[in-house]
C-alpha cells in the first residue's frame, strides 16, 4: 500500500476486524503505548467496533503527560526571568504546573514563545544574544535526536546563550516497570512505531522473552492498529511472546542509526521521574557533563521547588493501564480542556483528552 487513504480503506477494516472476531476466544487486555494510537483508537470508533473480549488500556506514551511536575514548575520560573526567551512546543504551554502554567507566564508579560523544532531556538539565540534562550526538551526517543542535535549545533557555532530544561524519556524503561508493578494487568503490547523508526525493537526482544509478552510494532491509522491488534491477540491465543513487526514501511531492526548517534553524543541515561508514576530507573536522558553549559537548570539555578498536584487527578494510575478516564471522578467536571487539572486533558496526546473530544 502507499497511499494514507489505503490505510483507512473501510472494507479493508471490516475484514480485519471479521478476522479478529474469529480469532479471540477469551478476554484479553492490550495496552497501545502512545497516545497517538489512543487518540486514532477514539477517532475512528474502532475500539467500539472490536468484541467485547479485548480490552483496550492506554499506556504512558504521552510525553506532555509524563513530564514531571518539577521539571514544568521549573519551567515557568526559568520562563518568568527578564532575560529569557522560552521556547516550548504548543502542548506544553497550557499544562498546569503547581500554580500556573505557562500560557499564564506569557499573558503577564513573559517572552514564550512557540516552536516547531529546536534548531528555530538555536536560531533566536543567534539572532538575539542579548538575551537567553531556552528549550523546553521533553518527549521520548521521537523528539531526542532533534534536541540532541540542537546542543550539538549550538557547540558547534559557540552559541552561548542557548539551553534545554530536559525531560526526555525512554519507552522500553517504563514498559518494564509497567509489567513489574503486582497490579499489572496487561496482557500484550502495541508499540509505537514512531519510536521504533527511531531506536529500532532490539531494545523489545528481551522483554518480551523475560516478560513472556507479545509486542507488536504498530503504526497510527485504522489499519495499522487492528493489523497490530490481529497479531497480538493471535500470539495471546496460541500462546507465543515474541516481537513483530507491523509497521514494517518505517521501522527496521536496527532503526535510525544516525539518529541514535545524535543521541548517545549528547545525552547520557539516567533515572527520571514521570509524572503520577513515579521514578524509573534509566528512563530518561539527561545532558553530557561536557554539555553541562548548555543546561538550563544549572544556568539558572532553579532547584528545591515545591511542587503540588491536583489530588482530584489519577493520571498515573491511566497512564499504567490500572484505571481509564471515565473512572476519575473529576473528569468532565472540574477537569475540562478549559480547566485541566492534569497534562493528559491539555495533550493532543493525552488519553483525557481524547475521551473528552470524542465524547467517551
Ligand atoms: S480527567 Fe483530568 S483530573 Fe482526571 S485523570 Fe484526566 S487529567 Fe487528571
Known sequence: ??????????????????????????????????????????????????????????????????????????????????????????????????????????????????????????????????????????GFETTAPANAMAVLLA??????????????????????????????????????????????????????ETYQVPIVITGFEPVDLLHGLYATIKQLETRQTKVENQYLRAVSQQGNTAAQQSIQQAFQPVDRKWRGIGTIPQSGWDLRPEFAAFDAELKFEVQGLLTQESPLCIAGEILQGLKKTVECPAFCKECTPQTPLGAPMVSSEGACAAYYRYHR
Not at 73 to 95: C, H, N, Q, W
Not at 100 to 123: C, I, M, N, W
Not at 179 to 206: I, K, S, T
Request: with cysteine; charged share 20%.
Open 1 to 138: 500500500m502507499k497511499y494514507l487513504d489505503e490505510y483507512r480503506d473501510p472494507a479493508q477494516v471490516k475484514a480485519l476486524l471479521q478476522e479478529i472476531k474469529g480469532l479471540v476466544t477469551q478476554h484479553w487486555v492490550i495496552m497501545e503505548i502512545c497516545g497517538g494510537q489512543t487518540h486514532s483508537f477514539l477517532r475512528h470508533g474502532l475500539d467500539a467496533l472490536l468484541p467485547p473480549q479485548i480490552e483496550l488500556v492506554h499506556g504512558p506514551g504521552c510525553p506532555v503527560c509524563v513530564t514531571p511536575l518539577e521539571q514544568i514548575d521549573k519551567a515557568i520560573a526559568i520562563a518568568s526571568r527578564p532575560e529569557v526567551i522560552f521556547t516550548s512546543y504548543g502542548d506544553m504551554l497550557r499544562v498546569p504546573g503547581s500554580n500556573t502554567d505557562l500560557f499564564s507566564v506569557r499573558a503577564k508579560g513573559g517572552d514564550v514563545r512557540v516552536v516547531y523544532s529546536p534548531l528555530e531556538a538555536v536560531q533566536l539565540a543567534e539572532a538575539q544574544p542579548d538575551k537567553e534562550v531556552v528549550f523546553f526538551a521533553i
Open 155 to 208: 557547540q558547534k557555532k559557540g552559541v552561548k546563550n542557548f539551553s534545554l530544561i530536559t525531560a526526555q524519556v525512554r519507552v522500553p524503561p517504563a514498559m518494564e516497570a509497567i509489567l513489574q508493578a503486582e497490579d499489572c494487568r496487561v496482557q500484550g503490547f502495541l508499540a509505537a512505531g514512531h519510536v521504533c523508526a527511531v531506536m529500532g525493537f532490539h531494545e523489545y526482544l528481551p522483554i518480551a
